[in-house]
């Protein structure tokens, strides 16, 4: 028998590594950009058709190529970025791997224009699945230009695999900010098809922040900088009552290099502890430097994993920094400023290896988010009788194995009814009890009853949108200051495709140039509410919901508006408002769950409450 083992021919191999570092256009975006950063570019200028699969070209201004080197520049493990292995652990370029052009040349048909600062002439090259299919010399800009078309031409699965181009679109606008922020020295900008959707001078971190997700950051922005032996940490955090309930907006950059990090992250977030409401996320863009002797970044093929040495310190520090900038700013009630200080005069390792956490004093009551008018959450026009719904709704729980039944059905079967009976079950029937400001716990005939608040809740509001959507009979309050909201880029992108169905839940918007729509009236059951909050909050859930689930528009509104309308785990309710929430729920076509299917009751059997106390 002969052997069978033989080398790849190179084309092969650099689709094979190709599918590790481009997996989609904004892959390719990714790479080529950072490139360009290396090249020591001071504009960078990318556009792309059809989401980068028809075309993705980034010019750039850099120190461009010689004609052996841009040969060179698509070999595999090419580059001008390290020679030895030490040089791993001194990198401050972006790319160090030269795989990217070798990988991308792969698997697209690949034109580069380049030419070095102060040569008369430059050097053009077209390569196609790795093959060169022509070279030669050609007047252009000083710097590089790089236009990746067709990607995946010449493997058709993976072109399939692409998602539709709004997002793709949506991806490539996040590698593009990730390397945007952190380089706001350097301009970009950013056209899509035929539109520019960024233009972004040079300028400072605030000033990018603000041309890129909108003025309105100006005032949300709180800085935070710390300089201690083992990192730097420059950036901004947003004020906790900006919070989203998505994440998002979460950027950590080490070395200007965008990594997810989610220990880091961990850091940041409890730096917020009571100051963010349940179920929102802190959004922050932090900047960490740190030698890069001390971590490694090539432990993953995109570099966006970074082991770090001192992952534990830098935890301690970020979580401090953080926190002192929101004492600073107002933001976080009486820190002790003392105690945060004295971390960093901490030596670099403790003896135990263990960094301790900061105390921090805080008013436990404090809550940023409460309004002196909280929102009635009861929609204005379900007419729903209390009795007759209970005993609607313990007929039907007969039918479903929920036994529950009021003490109503039983009394009457009883010969003495008299009124005193008769008060005591109606009290009993009312009889409910808020636990942790979360849950109501009722009592039935067979236990007792636990509904999650703020579940029940979004059922209710989630069937009013639909009946609303079903029935066209939306009511618009009209605002008497209209006011603005102003969006980013692709929020809205989004609220335009969404325009629509939103009017005709009740909201009258107008948009109102650049990423601005204002806001003229909106659904009469949602007065009291903030509208600008309100129709954010129904943005983000609506991006969320449609990442995880995928249902349609309308559906998927109505679960947006009744997550941002909903009464939130931690609101006080009163016995009014909590026996309203029951009847409501039980009026719901489908009250035992919310609308992304989590349990809205759970129920307890005196059965079972007899077997824990008698063994
Ligand atoms: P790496 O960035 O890891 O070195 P790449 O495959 O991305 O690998 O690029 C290979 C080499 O091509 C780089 O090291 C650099 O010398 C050169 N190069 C790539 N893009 C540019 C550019 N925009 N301007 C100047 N040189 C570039
Ligand atoms: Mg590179």
């Known amino acids: 028998m002969s052997d069978i083992i033989h080398l790849l021919p190179d084309s092969v191999a650099n689709q094979i590594a190709a599918g590790e570092v481009v997996q989609r256009p904004a892959s390719a975006v990714k790479e080529l950009m950072e490139n360009a950063l290396d090249a020591g570019s001071t504009i960078i200028k990318l556009?792309?058709?059809d989401a980068g699969k028809t075309l993705i070209q980034v010019i750039d201004n850099g120190c461009g190529m010689s004609e052996t080197d841009a040969r060179m520049s698509f070999e595999r493990h090419a580059t001008s970025k390290i020679s030895k292995a030490a040089d791993l652990f001194a990198i401050r370029t972006m790319g160090f791997r030269g795989e990217a052009l070798a990988s991308i040349a792969a698997i697209a048909q690949v034109e580069l224009?380049?030419?070095?600062?102060?040569?008369?002439?430059?050097?053009?090259?077209?390569?196609?699945?790795?093959?060169?299919?022509?070279?030669?010399?050609?007047?252009?800009?000083?710097?590089?230009?790089?236009?990746?078309?067709?990607?995946?031409?010449?493997?058709?699965?993976?072109?399939?695999?692409?998602?539709?181009?709004?997002?793709?679109?949506?991806?490539?606008?996040?590698?593009?900010?990730?390397?945007?922020?952190?380089?706001?020295?350097?301009?970009?900008?950013?056209?899509?098809?035929?539109?520019?959707?960024?233009?972004?001078?040079?300028?400072?971190?605030?000033?990018?922040?603000?041309?890129?997700?909108?003025?309105?950051?100006?005032?949300?922005?709180?800085?935070?900088?710390e300089n201690t032996g083992i990192v730097k940490i420059k950036g901004f955090v947003i004020k906790p009552e900006f919070a989203k309930k998505t994440r998002g907006e979460q950027f950590f950059f080490l070395?200007?290099?965008?990594?997810?990090?989610?220990?880091?992250?961990?850091?940041?977030?409890?730096?917020?502890?009571?100051?963010?409401?349940?179920?929102?996320?802190?959004?922050?863009?932090?900047?960490?430097?740190?030698?890069?002797?001390?971590?490694?970044?090539?432990?993953?093929?995109?570099?966006?994993e970074v082991k770090f040495e001192d992952e534990k310190a830098i935890y301690a520090f970020l979580r401090s920094a953080v926190k002192k900038s929101l004492g600073q700013f107002n933001i976080a009630p009486s820190i002790d400023f003392n105690q945060e200080a004295s971390?960093?005069?901490?030596?670099?390792?403790?003896?135990?290896?263990?960094?301790?956490?900061?105390?921090?004093?805080?008013?436990?009551?404090?809550?940023?988010?409460?309004?002196?008018?909280?929102?009635?959450?009861?929609?204005s026009d379900r007419e729903l009788s209390n009795r007759s719904n209970w005993e609607k709704m313990y007929s039907r729980h007969t039918d479903n194995q929920l036994e529950f039944e009021i003490k109503k059905e039983e009394e009457t079967q009883?010969?003495?009814?008299?009124?005193?009976?008769?008060?005591?079950?109606?009290?009993?029937?009312?009889?409910?009890?808020?636990?942790?400001?979360?849950?109501?716990?009722?009592?039935?005939?067979?236990?007792?009853?636990?509904?999650?608040?703020?579940?029940?809740?979004?059922?209710?509001?989630?069937?009013?949108?639909?009946?609303?959507?079903?029935?066209?009979k939306s009511t618009t309050q009209q605002e008497l200051f209209p006011k603005t909201i102003e969006l980013t880029t692709t929020d809205f992108a989004l609220m335009k495709e969404l325009e629509n169905e939103i009017k005709e839940i009740g909201f009258d918007i107008v948009e109102f140039g650049k990423n601005t729509y204002v806001i003229h009236g909106v659904p009469a059951d949602t007065v009291g509410y903030e509208s600008v909050a309100l129709l954010e909050g129904l943005i983000e859930n609506y991006k969320q919901n449609f990442?995880?689930?995928?249902?349609?528009?309308?559906?998927?509104?109505?679960?947006?508006?009744?997550?941002?309308?909903?009464?939130?785990?931690?609101?006080?309710?009163?016995?009014?408002?909590?026996?309203?929430?029951?009847?409501?729920?039980?009026?719901?076509?489908?009250p035992y769950s919310t609308p992304n299917g989590k349990p809205t009751i759970t129920t307890f059997s005196i059965e079972e409450l007899d077997k824990r106390f008698r063994k």
């Open 113 to 225: 224009k380049t030419k070095r600062i102060g040569d008369e002439i430059g050097v053009k090259i077209n390569i196609e699945g790795s093959e060169i299919k022509s070279q030669e010399a050609c007047m252009t800009a000083e710097g590089t230009s790089f236009s990746i078309k067709n990607l995946f031409y010449n493997i058709p699965a993976r072109r399939n695999f692409l998602k539709n181009d709004s997002i793709e679109l949506r991806h490539i606008i996040d590698e593009f900010q990730r390397v945007a922020i952190p380089n706001s020295h350097i301009a970009f900008s950013l056209h899509s098809n035929t539109t520019e959707i960024f233009h972004l001078e040079a300028g400072s971190l605030k000033q990018r922040l603000m041309a890129i997700f909108g003025n309105s950051y100006n005032t949300r922005l709180v800085p935070v900088e």
């Open 547 to 590: 990442q995880e689930l995928k249902s349609n528009k309308r559906e998927n509104l109505a679960r947006g508006m009744a997550r941002s309308m909903s009464i939130k785990s931690g609101k006080v309710l009163s016995q009014e408002e909590m026996n309203n929430l029951i009847d409501e729920l039980f009026a719901c076509k489908m």
């Open 414 to 472: 009883q010969t003495i009814n008299t009124d005193w009976d008769h008060e005591l079950h109606e009290s009993n029937k009312k009889l409910t009890y808020q636990l942790h400001n979360k849950y109501i716990l009722s009592h039935i005939k067979t236990g007792f009853m636990v509904i999650d608040q703020q579940g029940a809740h979004e059922r209710i509001l989630y069937e009013g949108v639909l009946e609303t959507f079903e029935k066209h």
């Open 255 to 304: 070395n200007k290099r965008f990594i997810k990090n989610p220990y880091l992250h961990h850091a940041v977030q409890s730096a917020f502890e009571q100051l963010l409401p349940t179920d929102s996320y802190a959004s922050y863009f932090l900047l960490l430097d740190v030698d890069p002797k001390t971590i490694d970044i090539n432990i993953h093929p995109t570099k966006t």
């Open 47 to 49: 556009i792309v058709k």
């Open 343 to 379: 971390l960093y005069n901490m030596p670099l390792k403790p003896v135990d290896g263990v960094f301790k956490q900061p105390t921090i004093k805080v008013d436990p009551n404090f809550n940023p988010f409460k309004t002196d008018s909280p929102p009635n959450y009861t929609p």
